[in-house]
């Protein structure tokens, strides 16, 4: 397993640690494990890593430990390749440093009128989140000084040279001071990445996160393309086509946890979180309830799972991929013990396909991807498994006391398909999982929010 640790073992400010608990960050990631403690010493880095890793934080958590907040000039500078990435970078840092830094980082990106650019540069930011080609602009306008950049992190340096933007990146760091410190975050390693390194860095420190040999379970895997704003609708969609007993469902933050236990309580599921953030006791208490069978679905973050000893896991659903590979092993390796046959159920957000790919590569697992369930495809399920519990109730027998029931009602007049139509009905109705109104909910709700009157999954 990676090497990850908490990030109160990492040094940092309670302003950071707040801002990050707000995030919902269980623990550091691999990369962050890593990386955070090297360049808070002042060291530079390489850093081999994808989009996905959490390596917006292994460097942005530093630079915003680093920079003086009582300067107001830029001292921390970050290049990215596109415009996107930039605003996304920007945005991370800033919730990051919320508690710590009170002017924002400023992304800079063709496109944007240079004026507005120029005008939000006088409030003073500390940390400059830019694309190469627009910040050269300012730069020859003598709109920007890097004199006292401190920290320059080059952010996917690899797509930055294809993109054609060498030579705006050595001209930026000509100008930046030579003590300064340089990051270099890249997926490869191609050559001219290297001459960049040696050219600008000084003894880099290279992180590569490797990976330890690992065994994939023999467990069925498969995927599902899904926007995220869908995946509870998927997810639910999946339980009642499947109908299993007991699943647990990852989550990679405990504020997605709690979303997400609280949507599922919403549309009529019995379900429990579980993560880091809770005392043992109340772990227990939910640990408790998941093996005696009071709730179907566990929510769970991947420090929480990881005391679980809980045998008969019929689904694992991983419904965000995880930031690395051995997590999600980990993850699925908690389905199909015991020679039973177990599921894993990715469900697949745009920009996790990147991340999921890895998965794929690392696992080297046949992971089918499957298509989206439709309502229809999902109401014919049910009704054949409806209507084949009604074949064996017939040949059961044992029906003699019902038929006197009927009878009563067929010399009422009403006709035999009547009769069963009104009959499926009542039943069908009673044994989906209904949504209850927000007042009922809260009335129902126990004192660690658990709704304490759930309905379970059809049993039938
Ligand atoms: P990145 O690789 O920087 O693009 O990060 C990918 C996503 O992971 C972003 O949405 C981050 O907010 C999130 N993230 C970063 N670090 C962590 C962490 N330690 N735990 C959970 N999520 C994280």
């Given at each position: 397993?990676?090497?990850?640790?908490?990030?109160?073992?990492?040094?940092?400010?309670?302003?950071?640690?707040r801002?990050?608990?707000?995030?919902?960050f269980?623990e550091?990631?691999?990369?962050?494990?890593?990386?955070i403690?090297v360049v808070?010493t002042g060291r530079?880095?390489?850093?081999?890593?994808?989009?996905?890793?959490g390596?917006?934080a292994?460097?942005?958590?530093p630079?915003?430990?680093?920079?003086?907040?009582?300067?107001?000039?830029?001292?921390?500078?970050?290049?990215?390749?596109?415009?996107?990435?930039?605003i996304q970078?920007?945005g991370?840092?800033?919730?990051?440093?919320?508690?710590?830094?009170?002017?924002?980082?400023?992304?800079i990106?063709?496109?944007?009128?240079?004026?507005?650019?120029?005008?939000?540069?006088?409030?003073?930011?500390?940390?400059?989140?830019?694309?190469?080609g627009?910040?050269?602009?300012h730069?020859?306008?003598?709109?920007i000084?890097?004199?006292?950049?401190?920290?320059?992190?080059l952010?996917?340096?690899?797509?930055?040279?294809d993109?054609?933007?060498?030579?705006?990146?050595?001209?930026?760091?000509?100008q930046?001071?030579?003590?300064?410190?340089?990051?270099?975050f890249?997926?490869?390693m191609?050559a001219?990445?290297?001459?960049?390194?040696r050219?600008y860095?000084?003894d880099?420190?290279?992180?590569?996160?490797?990976?330890?040999k690992?065994?994939?379970p023999?467990?069925?895997?498969?995927?599902?393309?899904?926007?995220s704003?869908?995946?509870?609708?998927?997810?639910?969609?999946?339980?009642d086509i499947?109908?299993?007993?007991?699943?647990?469902?990852?989550?990679?933050t405990?504020?997605?946890?709690?979303?997400?236990v609280?949507d599922?309580?919403?549309?009529?599921?019995?379900a429990?979180?579980?993560?880091?953030?809770m005392?043992?006791q109340?772990?227990?208490?939910?640990?408790?309830?998941?093996?005696?069978?009071?709730t179907d679905?566990?929510?769970a973050?991947?420090?929480a799972?990881?005391?679980?000893?809980?045998s008969?896991i019929?689904?694992v659903?991983?419904?965000?991929?995880?930031q690395?590979?051995?997590s999600?092993?980990?993850?699925?390796?908690?389905t199909?013990?015991?020679?039973?046959?177990?599921?894993a159920?990715?469900?697949?957000?745009g920009?996790?396909?990147?991340?999921?790919?890895?998965?794929?590569?690392?696992?080297?697992?046949n992971?089918?991807k499957?298509?989206v369930?439709s309502f229809?495809e999902?109401?014919?399920?049910?009704t054949?498994?409806?209507?084949?519990?009604?074949r064996?109730?017939?040949q059961?027998?044992?029906?003699e006391?019902?038929?006197?029931?009927?009878?009563c009602l067929?010399?009422e007049?009403?006709?035999?398909l009547?009769?069963?139509?009104?009959?499926?009905?009542?039943?069908?109705?009673?044994?989906q999982?209904?949504?209850?109104?927000?007042?009922?909910r809260?009335?129902?709700?126990?004192?660690?929010?658990?709704?304490?009157?759930?309905?379970?999954?059809?049993?039938r």
């Amino acid at each position: 397993m990676l090497k990850k640790l908490k990030f109160e073992e990492l040094g940092l400010s309670k302003e950071v640690l707040r801002a990050i608990a707000d995030l919902g960050f269980e623990e550091a990631s691999p990369i962050q494990s890593e990386a955070i403690p090297v360049v808070m010493t002042g060291r530079d880095i390489i850093g081999q890593a994808m989009t996905g890793s959490g390596k917006t934080a292994a460097f942005g958590i530093p630079l915003i430990e680093k920079v003086d907040t009582k300067q107001r000039i830029p001292q921390a500078l970050v290049l990215c390749p596109t415009r996107e990435l930039a605003i996304q970078v920007a945005g991370e840092i800033n919730k990051l440093s919320k508690y710590r830094l009170q002017i924002p980082a400023l992304p800079i990106y063709g496109g944007q009128p240079i004026e507005r650019q120029i005008h939000a540069l006088r409030r003073g930011a500390k940390i400059i989140v830019a694309t190469p080609g627009r910040l050269c602009d300012h730069l020859e306008r003598n709109t920007i000084s890097l004199k006292a950049v401190k920290m320059v992190v080059l952010d996917e340096a690899d797509e930055m040279l294809d993109m054609g933007f060498r030579d705006d990146i050595e001209a930026i760091l000509k100008q930046t001071p030579s003590t300064r410190q340089t990051l270099l975050f890249s997926a490869t390693m191609p050559a001219p990445i290297l001459h960049i390194a040696r050219t600008y860095q000084k003894d880099p420190h290279i992180i590569r996160v490797a990976h330890e040999k690992v065994t994939v379970p023999a467990i069925e895997q498969v995927y599902y393309e899904i926007e995220s704003s869908r995946k509870a609708d998927l997810l639910t969609r999946i339980i009642d086509i499947n109908n299993p007993k007991r699943v647990i469902v990852f989550c990679n933050t405990k504020r997605r946890v709690d979303d997400l236990v609280h949507d599922l309580h919403g549309r009529g599921y019995s379900a429990d979180g579980i993560h880091g953030d809770m005392t043992q006791q109340k772990r227990n208490r939910v640990m408790d309830r998941f093996r005696k069978g009071t709730t179907d679905i566990l929510v769970a973050t991947d420090v929480a799972a990881r005391g679980i000893d809980v045998s008969d896991i019929d689904i694992v659903f991983n419904y965000e991929i995880p930031q690395d590979e051995e997590s999600y092993v980990h993850r699925i390796g908690r389905t199909g013990r015991a020679g039973k046959a177990g599921k894993a159920f990715s469900l697949v957000s745009g920009h996790e396909m990147y991340r999921f790919r890895a998965v794929m590569r690392y696992t080297r697992a046949n992971i089918t991807k499957l298509p989206v369930p439709s309502f229809k495809e999902i109401e014919e399920v049910k009704t054949n498994k409806m209507l084949n519990t009604v074949r064996s109730a017939i040949q059961e027998k044992n029906l003699e006391n019902y038929a006197q029931m009927i009878e009563c009602l067929l010399r009422e007049e009403f006709t035999s398909l009547d009769i069963a139509a009104a009959l499926l009905k009542l039943y069908l109705h009673k044994s989906q999982p209904q949504p209850k109104p927000q007042q009922e909910r809260a009335e129902h709700s126990s004192r660690d929010g658990a709704p304490r009157r759930q309905r379970h999954f059809n049993r039938r």
